[in-house]
């Protein structure tokens, strides 16, 4: 299995500020074929499913705020929330579907 | 507007089978995978398995060969995740999710259901 590492486990930051968190896989999850990373970004708050942010690495998804970014290739990625909001506090999970899918362990973001 | 439900909460006793469903509604069933996702409190989702409601063809993940079918209705858009030979490390969220976005046969869930909680309890 690909093993997807999260860091940091949680950060605070100010509102406004930029929020970075960083996934690393395990092995490539770039597919030759079609030269994408299968690597998706989450967000979850408490009782809810997670919600796709990103996916293909850095594509969001549809009705995402553009505060939200994802960057990186091959083995390690980064979501970026450029300017944080309120609403942007939950805990967010990397996600690879190279070969099968599996998940990080979460980054839990709070307001400092 | 795409839409999975998903069956009560249930609770086990050790050695037991669950079975959950999801209904689905908003799309062509038949056009997108199902996949099965866990989430153990405090945990992260933990992946179980895909299946093509239109074939019936299923990938399950390798942890949990062996106690563990999907299967759908399809005159009724609904899919079913049986869970066998429960333990109390089963217990968790179950989450349905429709598959998107896939470069093989493994994909990204950009609809969830609202998840089913399965206790296994002596």
């Known amino acids: 299995d690909i093993v997807m590492t999260q860091s940091p486990d949680s950060l605070a930051v100010s509102l406004g500020e930029r929020a970075t968190i960083n996934c690393k896989s395990s092995?490539?999850?770039?597919?030759?074929?079609?030269?994408?990373?299968?690597l998706a970004w989450y967000q979850q708050k408490p009782g809810q499913p997670p919600k796709l942010l990103i996916y293909?690495?850095?594509t969001r998804y549809s009705g995402v705020p553009d505060r939200f970014s994802g960057s990186g290739s091959g083995t390690h990625f980064t979501l970026t929330i450029s300017s944080l909001q309120a609403e942007d506090v939950a805990v967010y999970y990397c996600?690879?579907?190279?070969?099968?899918?599996?998940f990080g362990q979460g980054t839990k973001v709070e307001i400092k | 507007q795409v839409q999975l439900v998903q069956s009560g909460a249930e609770v086990k006793k050790p050695g037991a089978s669950v079975k959950v469903s999801c209904k689905a509604s908003?799309?062509?069933?038949?056009?997108?995978?199902i996949n099965w996702v866990r989430q153990a409190t405090g945990q992260g989702p933990e992946w179980m398995g895909w299946?093509?409601?239109?074939?019936?063809?299923?990938e399950y993940a390798q942890k949990f060969q062996g106690r563990i079918t999907m299967t759908r209705s399809t005159s009724i858009s609904t899919a079913y995740l049986d869970l066998s030979s429960l333990r109390s490390e089963d217990t968790a969220v179950y989450y349905c999710?429709?598959?998107?976005?896939?470069?093989?046969?493994?994909?990204?869930?950009?609809?969830w259901g609202q998840g089913t909680l399965v206790t296994v309890s002596s």
């Open positions: 092995q490539s999850v770039l597919y030759s074929s079609n030269n994408k990373n299968n």
């Open positions: 999710a429709r598959g998107v976005y896939g470069s093989k046969s493994y994909a990204v869930f950009d609809s």
């Open positions: 293909w690495a850095s």
């Open positions: 908003g799309y062509a069933f038949d056009s997108y995978d």
């Open positions: 299946m093509n409601p239109n074939n019936g063809k299923t």
């Open positions: 996600q690879q579907y190279y070969t099968a899918a599996t």
